[in-house]
């Protein structure tokens, strides 16, 4: 029996790299048709919360809301140490000033957007733009702070932009986890068999561009918002690691974390 699939990722070098095989070949086999979408995260976790793909990537935050439609699998997700948001500004700022700071944050239902929240729950002034904007308004004046994920991480400095806070560092401090991102879920009305053979597929496409990186590097760089190789390659060994394959006990244990924090916090219901 043939399934046509659609699947939705971000453009960001780390799922570009890991799924260049459903896009290019979409998964080597007769019995597969997948049709992929690109989007900003914040886009895919609003898509999400109306179940529109069968495959999706999207934060943690918005996993834990949308379980009665989704399953999380056991790959592909974005998770791991030292690679958590970043507060910045153009100046220093301390903790006492940001409860009246405007805070620009890429997108609502981000996981970033949860980490701020268990951190400093006083900010209310909060501006919700696409995670490549977040700089701009850092810099144009029409925020005070922000806070930046994917490659923008790389670069801020370059912008002049100084840190704030590490939310990960902060994360990893309070815990002892790993800091869950974003991870990939499926329709549960797949069914649990279709549902277990993508979680395979997927991870043995993460596999062969782990083993074959330079077959990605054209897909890769055609979709990243920050155009340096040098940006793209740093971006990929960061969020691409073991947890991708598999979340593992560690991995579980940190989601599970999370959502206690979060219902701890009133955050999630």
Known sequence: ???????AYSPCPNDTFM???????GFSRPDYTVTTHLHDVETLNQLALRATYDLTKVSFHTYLLIRENY????????????????????KPISAPELP??????????TTAHLLLRLWAPAIH???????????????????????????????????????LMDLGEWWEQETGYPIPLGCIVARKNLGPSIITDLEDLI???IRHSLANPAGTARYVSDHAREISHAVQEN????????????LGETGYAAIARLEEMARKAGLIT
């Not at 799924?19 to 070949?25: I, K, L």
């Open 203 to 205: 991870r043995n496409a």
């Open 71 to 90: 399953k999380l699998l056991n790959a592909g997700a974005a998770l791991g140490f030292g690679c958590g948001p970043l507060l910045v500004s153009k």
């Open 125 to 163: 002034q909060k501006l919700f733009v696409p995670y490549d904007q977040v700089m701009d308004k850092i810099l144009d004046g029409s925020v005070d702070c922000g806070i930046i994920i994917h490659e923008t991480r790389f670069v801020y400095q370059d912008a002049g932009l100084t840190r």
């Open 235 to 246: 971006h990929i060994k960061m969020f691409v690691n073991d947890f991708s394959l598999d």
């Open 1 to 7: 029996m043939k399934h046509d699939l659609t699947m």
């Open 19 to 25: 799924f260049h095989d459903v896009a290019t070949n």
């Open 100 to 109: 009246r700071c405007r805070v620009a944050i890429p997108g609502e239902l």
